[in-house]
């Protein structure tokens, strides 16, 4: 079965920043892969995903994954951070086939705290 | 263009009781997923239906039923809830499953109280 694994549960940068959130999963082919943010009683919103072609993929609010399949991990990073982006983030993976994304198995998350 | 819309926001139920969850996806979409999500985990995916028709089933009880209605829209119920029932509970949709440029969009969810 299928399973993605988010190591950290909670982490503090400062603003400004750099920021990696790591990411593995447990899948026999070609993975589906996305990350979403949750801010406080919001939903998911997805910030980018991984079908295939580029292993680099570039995503809204200036955060970019990188796919290496050789570590079966899809990290989350953003170059510099900004105060809000303290939010919670999941890395998920498509449990269906031909990328049907309703049916992702995420991770339990990690919360992202920001200082000044 | 509204987002998907779900109701209640907030409900209190008590053990026992049955309760429906309700999801209007947004205009256009016609695949629409429930997923659960009990505090300090990542959400797990209970249905999904597309075109009235189930199409996806989560490891969860059959306690646990869902839904489409013509116009898309549509309603999870839950019977006999259990403390463990507790937990936000959000409504994603999409045009249609099995693209890869098919984007998911969530609501803000349900949340259930089970007292």
């Known amino acids: 079965a299928q399973s993605v694994t988010q190591p950290d549960i909670h982490i503090t940068v400062s603003e400004g920043a750099s920021l990696e959130l790591r990411c593995n999963y447990s899948?026999?082919?070609?993975?589906?892969l996305f990350w979403y943010v949750q801010s406080p009683g919001q939903g998911l919103q997805l910030l980018l995903k991984?079908?295939?072609?580029?292993?680099l993929v570039q995503g809204i609010k200036g955060f970019e994954a990188e796919f290496k399949r050789s570590q079966s991990s899809f990290n989350l990073r953003k170059p510099s951070v900004h105060w809000s982006d303290a939010a919670e983030y999941f890395c998920a993976v498509d449990e269906g086939s031909g990328g049907s994304q309703g049916n992702l198995i995420f991770g339990k998350g990690t919360k992202l705290s920001v200082k000044p | 263009d509204a987002g998907v819309t779900q109701s209640p926001t907030h409900l209190i139920k008590t053990r026992g009781q049955h309760v429906t969850l309700r999801c209007s996806p947004i205009?256009?979409?016609?695949?629409v997923s429930w997923y659960q999500q009990v505090l300090g985990q990542g959400p797990q995916f209970i249905f999904q239906y597309y075109e009235k028709e189930e199409r996806g089933r989560g490891n969860f009880p059959d306690r646990f039923s869902a839904r489409q209605f013509p116009n898309y829209s549509s309603e999870l119920n839950v019977n006999a809830l259990l403390l463990g029932d507790s937990a936000l509970y959000l409504c994603a949709s999409s045009r249609s499953p099995g693209s890869t440029n098919e984007k998911l969009f969530f609501g803000s969810g349900t949340q259930l109280s089970v007292l």
């Open positions: 899948y026999g082919a070609t993975p589906y």
């Open positions: 991984y079908f295939s072609g580029d292993t």
């Open positions: 205009s256009g979409h016609k695949s």
